[in-house]
Nanobody
Framework: QVQLVESGGGLVQAGGSLRLSCAASRTIFSFVRMAWYRQAPGKQRELVIVVTSAGSTNYADSVKGRFAISRDIAKNTVYLQMNSLKPEDTAVYYC???????????????WGQGTQVTVSS
């Protein structure tokens, strides 16, 4: 079983920055991809940003140029740097990891507990 623990959320004014962390209980090399999702009140969970094991990234249009994802392999941690925050970025942010099992012939999805980000106007 994999544990993902997010941290770094909080309250920030519009235009400010936050960095979220997602610490995994094992090496992040074991995941084919890691991602950040977010869910605002009354809305569906949406993909924000993803990084593959090869290091390629993909961003939601709404965060391009403002958010960035990075990895610290030694710390088994993925970061989400959020700049120029807007009130519409307010949501619970979730870390996600996908592990591919060749033996089982399937992918396993893991989620963190989420961290609240609130951006005031």
């Amino acid at each position: 079983q994999v544990q993902l623990v997010e941290s770094g959320g909080g309250l920030v004014q519009a235009g400010g920055s936050l960095r979220l962390s997602c610490a995994a209980s094992r090496t992040i090399f074991s995941f084919v991809r890691m991602a950040w999702y977010r869910q605002a009140p009354g809305k569906q969970r949406e993909l924000v940003i993803v990084v593959t094991s090869a290091g390629s990234t993909n961003y939601a249009d709404s965060v391009k140029g403002r958010f960035a994802i990075s990895r610290d392999i030694a710390k088994n941690t993925v970061y989400l740097q959020m700049n120029s925050l807007k009130p519409e970025d307010t949501a619970v942010y979730y870390c996600n990891a996908v592990e591919r099992s060749v033996v089982a012939g399937r992918d396993y999805l893991y989620w963190g507990q989420g961290t609240q980000v609130t951006v005031s106007s």
